[in-house]
């Protein structure tokens, strides 16, 4: 008998989140100190395929055809976490590829976790449900969760739970079509990663307290926007919730900055954009990318303006693209 083929191919997309995520409440179980609310992108996409084999006999992890050690951990854990909870023990080849700029602000963990645990997932065939898959990647990277779902998606704390967090869609992609612009200001790796940057700003920034305990009141707002499909009231609090996790990030010791002169243009750029009336507003995650979000019909108008700032390497156009999902599932 032919041996079975235990693989699978899934696709995911970044997301971007207007509501941010920065601290943990629990570092061991990767548990978010904050609520969050995102977009999933449908420009950039990373593609994983994962094989099991009874003869393998480690896990192998190639990013783009290379080895990426520091993410192989990261990704060896989140197998095991699936393979424990799966009650199998064979090893994987796991081969991810990114049709974007790695590890520069644009979530490639948030896309790579959610294709990883949805290609696991159907490679073993062990019928997870979205909740727990949602659970897994969030154990993997805090915003690999909101890549599971499509259009607008908000992460929240659910103590109480089965889950110490809880995902879900809030609107389908179609039903607020809003654009991206990401100005890519530095296509290198960042500084500091996200995990360090977290542990560092909690212990040290004076305003830390502040910035988890004022996050609710946040998640609200924007969550009540994008019910109403208020461009304002989104934009609103969108560039506040960023500015006060830069904030937040600045205040540690030694503060955290992420931003170069361009980042700073852009944002300025964007500001005056929406002072003579045109709907976009910006975010920044921690990284110097600027991402511009925008109604369809000015999505032009801003593309030019943010092309042609000195120091603006490209700009990166997408729409509201869909969860992560199996595009091949041979087994
Ligand atoms: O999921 P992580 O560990 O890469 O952290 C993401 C942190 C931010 O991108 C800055 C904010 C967010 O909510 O995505």
Not at 180 to 187: E, H, K, N, S, Y
Request: aromatic fraction near 6%; hydrophobic fraction near 45%; proline fraction near 6%.
């Amino acid at each position: 008998m032919k041996p079975k083929i235990m693989q699978a191919t899934a696709v995911a997309h970044p997301n971007i989140a207007l509501v941010k995520y920065w601290g943990k409440r629990d570092v061991e179980r990767n548990i978010p100190a904050v609520g969050s609310l995102s977009i999933t992108l449908d420009g950039l996409t990373t593609t994983t395929t994962v094989r099991f084999d009874p003869e393998f006999e480690h896990d192998v992890f190639l990013l783009g055809g290379c080895e990426a050690p520091k993410m192989a951990q990261r990704v060896v854990g989140c197998l095991d976490r699936m393979r424990r909870r799966a009650g199998v023990s064979m090893h994987a080849v796991v081969e991810s590829e990114n049709d974007f700029p790695t590890a520069a602000g644009l979530a490639s963990s948030a896309s790579g976790f959610a294709a990883l645990v949805i290609a696991a997932d159907a490679a073993l065939g062990a019928g997870f449900d979205r909740s727990e898959l949602a659970d897994l990647a969030r154990q993997a990277s805090g915003s690999a969760a909101r890549s599971l779902f499509g259009g607008f998606v908000e992460l929240r704390l659910t103590p109480d739970g089965p889950y110490p967090t809880e995902t879900r869609q809030l609107l389908e992609p179609r039903a607020w079509p809003l654009r991206i612009l990401v100005a890519v200001t530095d296509p290198g790796p960042k500084a500091v990663g996200s995990t360090e940057g977290m542990l560092m700003t909690e212990l040290t920034s004076p305003y830390y307290r502040e910035w988890v305990e004022s996050s609710p009141a946040d998640l609200l707002e924007a969550r009540s926007a994008v019910e109403r499909r208020d461009f304002e009231a989104l934009a609103d609090v969108s560039e506040l919730s960023c500015l006060k996790m830069h904030a937040v990030m600045l205040s540690a010791r030694p503060g955290l900055v992420y931003w170069n002169g361009t980042t700073v243009e852009c944002i300025r750029r964007v500001r005056e954009l929406r002072a003579d009336g045109v709907a976009v507003f910006f975010t920044v995650d921690a990284g110097p990318q600027v991402k511009a979000v925008c109604l369809p019909e000015v999505y032009e108008r801003v593309e030019r303006d943010l092309a042609v700032l000195p120091g603006v390497t490209s700009v990166v156009e997408s729409g509201l693209g869909g969860g992560a999902r199996v595009v091949e599932d041979r087994r």
